[in-house]
């Protein structure tokens, strides 16, 4: 294996932006204890560089940190919080590229997405630098003699992040630049397989004015990371994107402490075909909805559901496009789908799909004797597939695409809320009594009607059922990082009362 570090910081336009270090209290940080971990690139296994693990001590010196900076932060005007958060924005957009760069190599996904999940992570930034502006409280018409009432917004306090590796940049700006913008100081945790993109906003955060303590990147052996993290009374709150085995641990450790949990967790999304479609049309929004990030992606559609009348031609169409996609290396050319993000998440996928064909699936792609490297994946799809099989119930974070046939409009919502998510739900069909009908009954937080794109700032984003707590972006999004503080002015001689 060879070393990338330098290769990589020569790519960049700006080589500052690729750090080999946590970030605590606005200093580079070493591992005290002299722990380190490789991060390697999926698509060839080189390795790109290395993280320190902190110390337990360290831990707890980005939580001091944190909650020295905090009493300035919060004592600033929201529109100085605002001016900040454009400043980062506006510095995200300028190193587009090297952002894009750096993330693509972490991660695998091809450039071009890269560049968008860049764009998207910046839009957060913008949206909640306003939203920071309307956190507006309430007057209560009172019910007690010469009182006034009402309710202010106030932050939270210390907030906690700990992200995945499949958006390694958006899955951080959607809680930060929320929690920041309420006058909240983070302490993120991201995944160590793509800690770099992190490290990179870290950077651009300090130019960008945010002080010290405010923003922090810790890094270090997960479990313990985290149980630290939930242990510490002076953190308030505690924001996670991942899967929900890891979501339920959180849930336990931070019980102690009574933390605010957001909780944005796996989903298992159905991709419903009404009979009224044109089966190449569904079939071609199938295809973008199940193998954007090589279906690394929580809105992935795992089940699609096709009516019994357009199901073969829908197969036909779906199986001719699948094929035409390309496989490889996200940093060459025009390709649609780079690596899988190591080699347990590729045995994973050939023992979903070993697991349906021995239960009677049909494998229609797959032949994983092209795959351009070990830890890339030929897409699948598996007809026939049924709710014993594992790619029904599980979530398969993984270019494999079941599916199965229905005939009534009630048998496909007992189908597509067979399983314990309910994140996001797909429906393609222009008939408005089945949209209405479909989109009432369908456990899901968000429900996507003849449209693969779902997400953006200004959308409420968030599951249902074990998809998850909380919502994040949108509106209500920064209420995650706000507490409500209710107050009675009482005795105030002639005050009305209403
Ligand atoms: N709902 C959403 O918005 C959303 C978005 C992106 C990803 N996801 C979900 O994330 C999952 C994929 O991401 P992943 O593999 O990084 O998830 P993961 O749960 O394995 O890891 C997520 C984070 O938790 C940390 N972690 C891992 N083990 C831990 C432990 N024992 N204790 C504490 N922390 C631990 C990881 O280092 C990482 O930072 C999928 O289930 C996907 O659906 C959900
Ligand atoms: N695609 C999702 C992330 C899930 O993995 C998003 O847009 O937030």
């Given at each position: ?7 990589l910081?020569?790519r ?12 605590v ?13 490789a ?9 790109i560089?290395?993280?320190p ?6 831990i ?12 300035q932060w919060?004592?600033?005007?929201a529109d ?5 958060l ?8 300028a190193?587009?590229e090297?952002?894009a760069?750096i ?21 957060f930034?913008r ?6 502006k309307r ?8 019910h ?6 009402g ?5 939270v306090?210390i ?21 920041l913008?309420?006058?909240?100081p ?11 993109s992190?490290?990179?906003l ?20 997960p479990?313990e ?5 939930c242990?510490?009374s002076r ?7 991942g ?17 605010r949990l957001?909780l ?10 009404g ?9 071609y929004?199938?295809?973008d909805?199940?193998?954007?990030t ?8 795992n ?15 779906f199986s001719?496009?699948?094929a ?7 940093l060459?050319?025009?390709i649609?789908?780079?690596p ?13 799909v070993?697991?349906a064909?021995?239960k ?6 797959g032949?994983?004797s ?6 890339f994946?030929?897409p ?5 597939v ?22 009534t ?5 007992e ?21 209405w009908?479909l ?9 996507s009607?003849?449209?693969v ?8 984003f ?16 920064i ?12 005795a ?7």
């Amino acid at each position: 294996m060879t070393t990338l570090s330098t290769t990589l910081a020569k790519r960049l336009e700006d080589s500052r932006l690729f750090r080999q270090y946590a970030y605590v209290n606005g200093k580079w940080t070493h591992g005290e204890g002299g722990r380190e971990e490789a991060v390697y690139d999926p698509a060839t296994n080189d390795t790109i560089g290395h993280i320190p693990l902190l110390e337990a001590a360290q831990i707890t010196a980005a939580v001091d940190a944190a909650d020295a900076a905090f009493v300035q932060w919060r004592a600033l005007r929201a529109d100085e919080r605002c001016e900040r958060l454009l400043a980062w924005y506006d510095l995200i957009q300028a190193n587009r590229e090297d952002l894009a760069t750096i993330m693509t190599l972490e991660q695998g996904k091809p450039l071009p997405d890269a560049r968008g999940e860049v764009e998207y992570g910046a839009s957060f930034v913008r949206w909640f630098a306003e939203e920071g502006k309307r956190t507006y409280g309430e007057t209560i018409p009172s019910h007690i003699p010469n009182a006034s009432l009402g309710t202010i917004k106030e932050p939270v306090g210390i907030v906690a992040m700990i992200t995945p590796w499949n958006f390694p940049l958006a899955m951080i700006t959607r809680k930060a630049a929320a929690a920041l913008a309420a006058g909240c100081p983070v302490i993120v945790k991201p995944a160590n397989e793509t800690p770099f993109s992190a490290l990179a906003l870290a950077e651009l955060a300090e130019r960008a004015g945010i002080p010290a303590g405010i923003f922090n990147v810790v890094l270090g052996d997960p479990a313990e990371v985290s149980k630290i993290l939930c242990a510490e009374s002076r953190i308030r709150a505690l924001s996670f994107t991942g899967s929900t085995r890891v979501g339920r641990l959180l849930i336990e450790q931070s019980a102690h402490t009574v933390k605010r949990l957001s909780l944005e967790l796996g989903g298992n999304a159905p991709f419903i075909v009404g009979p009224d479609m044109d089966p190449k049309q569904a079939a071609y929004a199938a295809i973008d909805a199940k193998f954007q990030t090589a279906g690394q992606d929580c809105l992935a559609a795992n089940r699609i559901l096709v009516h019994e009348s357009i199901h073969d031609e829908f197969v036909e169409q779906f199986s001719q496009r699948m094929a035409a996609l390309t496989v490889g290396n996200g940093l060459h050319g025009e390709i649609d789908l780079g690596p899988l993000i190591h080699r347990q998440a590729v045995e994973k996928a050939a023992a979903i799909v070993d697991d349906a064909v021995s239960k009677g699936a049909t494998m229609i792609g797959g032949d994983q004797s092209k795959a351009p490297g070990e830890n890339f994946f030929m897409p699948v799809l598996l007809t026939g597939v049924t709710a014993k099989m594992k790619v029904w119930r599980e979530e398969n974070f993984a270019p494999v695409a079941g599916i199965t046939a229905y005939s009534t409009d009630d048998e496909v919502i007992e189908m597509a809320n067979d399983t314990e998510y309910g994140l996001a739900a797909y429906v393609y069909t222009h008939d408005i009594r089945r949209i209405w009908k479909l989109m009432r009954a369908l456990e899901y937080g968000m429900v996507s009607v003849n449209s693969v794109k779902m997400t953006g700032p200004p959308v409420p984003f968030g599951g249902v059922k074990q998809s998850g707590l909380g919502r994040e972006g949108g509106a209500t999004g920064i209420d995650e990082y706000l507490e409500t503080k209710y107050y009675c002015l009482g005795a105030l001689g002639s005050a009305s009362g209403s």
